[in-house]
């Protein structure tokens, strides 16, 4: 069975610097998508980055990029530059591409990042 | 511009009552779901459809139900309300199964 693990439940950093997001991922399958979602108090669930399995470069967008470690199973998000609006919960979640549940999103249980002034 | 719309965005409901929530998109996205968000659970898929007529369980589908008979709505429906669902629903829509997801705003839904 698919799983998403994110294992820091809080995190802070500081305004202005780079932090990491852990997020492990479990899949017997070749073909799927990893994601990162953002979702700041107001509640609503902002798409930020994705990377596909047989992606070979780390996708970027932004400040946000995607370390991908596929033989670790790892999907770490990083932002550079924090800034305080980056103060949020964020998801990481995986897809199959194949299947009768392709497309289906799998959530990990989130980590709460908050940014310090 | 396109979006994804949940209505009603907070409901207060009683034990039993059969409840409807909404989801609209103007993406003309075929793929569209349900999810919803507990504390300490994240985000959970309850139905899915990858088309007009089609309708899939999803991981917490009990007492939970969905139609899609256009394109631009997928309907929840809680056949008989219980306590154990009171929670955040969120409806989205996707392109393809290798797209990103649209988030609709959510709907709190409180049973009493």
């Known amino acids: 069975a698919q799983k998403i693990t994110q294992t820091q439940p809080g995190m802070f950093v500081q305004e202005k610097e780079a932090v990491t997001l852990d997020c492990t991922y479990d899949?017997?399958?070749?073909?799927?998508?990893l994601f990162w979602y953002k979702q700041p108090s107001s509640g609503e669930m902002i798409f930020l980055i994705y990377?596909?399995?047989?992606?070979?470069q780390n996708a970027t967008e932004g400040r946000y990029s995607l370390n991908f470690q596929k033989a670790r199973k790892s999907a770490n998000l990083v932002i550079s530059a924090s800034q305080l609006g980056d103060s949020a919960m964020y998801f990481c979640?995986?897809?199959?591409?194949?299947?009768?549940?392709?497309?289906?999103?799998?959530f990990g249980k989130g980590t709460k990042l908050s940014v310090k002034p | 511009d396109a979006e994804i719309t949940q209505s009603p965005r907070h409901k207060i409901t009683e034990t039993g009552r059969q409840v409807t929530l909404a989801c609209h998109q103007t993406?003309?996205?075929?793929?569209m779901f349900w999810y919803r968000q507990d504390l300490g659970h994240g985000l959970r898929l309850i139905h899915y459809?990858?088309?007009?007529?089609?309708?899939n369980k999803g991981e917490v589908s009990d007492g939970y139900s969905v139609s899609r008979s256009n394109t631009e709505d997928l309907p929840l429906t809680l056949e008989s309300a219980a306590s154990s669902q009171t929670s955040v629903y969120f409806c989205?829509?996707?392109?393809?199964?290798?797209?990103?997801?649209?988030f609709g705003p959510g709907t709190r839904l409180t049973v009493t």
């Open positions: 899949t017997s399958d070749q073909s799927y998508g």
């Open positions: 989205a829509s996707s392109e393809d199964y290798s797209a990103e997801q649209y």
């Open positions: 990377q596909g399995s047989y992606d070979e």
């Open positions: 993406w003309n996205h075929n793929n």
């Open positions: 979640a995986m897809s199959l591409n194949y299947g009768g549940s392709q497309g289906n999103l799998i």
């Open positions: 459809s990858y088309g007009v007529q089609d309708t």
